[in-house]
């Protein structure tokens, strides 16, 4: 069943996608009705037709709440489950050394959850940041190479991974986050042929820092 939608579905469960501990629900979350528009027809056409529950979060951003079958599934092929900020994470590696469509379907279910892109005219850039607790500040710095690796795999050139913030939580635990980024036309353009990210804003503004 391992496929480039599969890859997608399992970018996201790293990113704003959640996978319940023990009830195995595949729960996705963001503000971008386009985005829950297309993981929603990717999981229809991988799993079939089922009940789909709509909700808000706690902050009041959309979610949809997939079946258990589906959690499963993805959790089969390497995704997550829990909380990403408390585990180690590493990408699969039928994906990590997969095809260059694995790769890509991958990357830009990352990118269209987790990445920002920045088109300020002295500033224009696409990044990456990822947190954890302090303990897990190598685990972090593992993932995100992984991910720069698989850039690099595109001919797409990145920075290496630089520190961004610590912060303490209420229940006193530190978080750590770094990030990596990508600058450049050229590497705009391998991205935007390559990685094709779905967030109508991204869309736009990468399109812009293309020309």
Known sequence: MANERIARLVGHAFSDGYIHTTKFYFIYTNSSSVLHEYVNRMISEEFGDFDVCQRESGKGVRQQQFSAKVGRILYSHGAPKGSKIHQSLSVPTWIRTGTEKLKSSFLSAVI???????????????VLKHAKIKPLEDSLI????????????????ISEVKHDQEKIKRNNETVVSKRIWITGKVNFRRFRELIPIRHPEKQIKLANMCI
Request: charged residues 35%; proline residues 0%; contains cysteine.
């Open 112 to 126: 269209d959850d987790d990445g920002y892109v920045r088109d300020e005219r002295d500033c224009m850039q696409i």
């Open 142 to 157: 593992r993932y995100l190479q992984e991910i720069a690796q698989m850039l690099e795999s595109l001919s797409v050139q």
